[in-house]
Nanobody
């Protein structure tokens, strides 16, 4: 049984930093590109960042470039999202997702993903 479990969310103030983690089990982690998405109330799920199976390539959404960093540790079956200079508009539920290494990391349509986590809430107060 495949599980993706996010953690690290919480309530922070604008300008603070957070690091989210997503621990994977039940799959061969290094066979998957890993992504982060987020969804704010009343909005569609939005692509945040992607990292290739090896960690050698990354791709970011426009609003996250320069503030967010995605990384992974294949020995720990974990992908991370480091978020700096957080803004109130970053408030959302953050999800990790796994898609086959055969997809480009720029292929971010939600139907490309095999597995999703349950999400972790990030709230940024002004």
């Amino acid at each position: 049984q495949v599980q993706l479990v996010e953690s690290g969310g919480g309530l922070v103030q604008a300008g603070d930093s957070l690091r989210l983690s997503c621990a994977a089990s039940g799959l061969t982690f290094s066979n998957y590109n890993m992504d982060w998405f987020r969804q704010a109330p009343g909005k569609e799920r939005e692509f945040v960042a992607a990292i290739s199976w090896s960690g050698g390539a990354t791709h970011y959404g426009d609003s996250e470039k320069g503030r967010f960093t995605i990384s992974r540790d294949n020995a720990k079956n974990t992908v991370y999202l480091s978020m700096n200079s957080l803004k109130p508009e970053d408030t959302a539920v953050y999800y990790c997702a796994a898609k086959s290494w055969t997809w480009s990391i720029r292929a971010t349509s939600t139907d490309r993903y095999d597995y999703w986590g349950q999400g972790t809430q990030v709230t940024v107060s002004s």
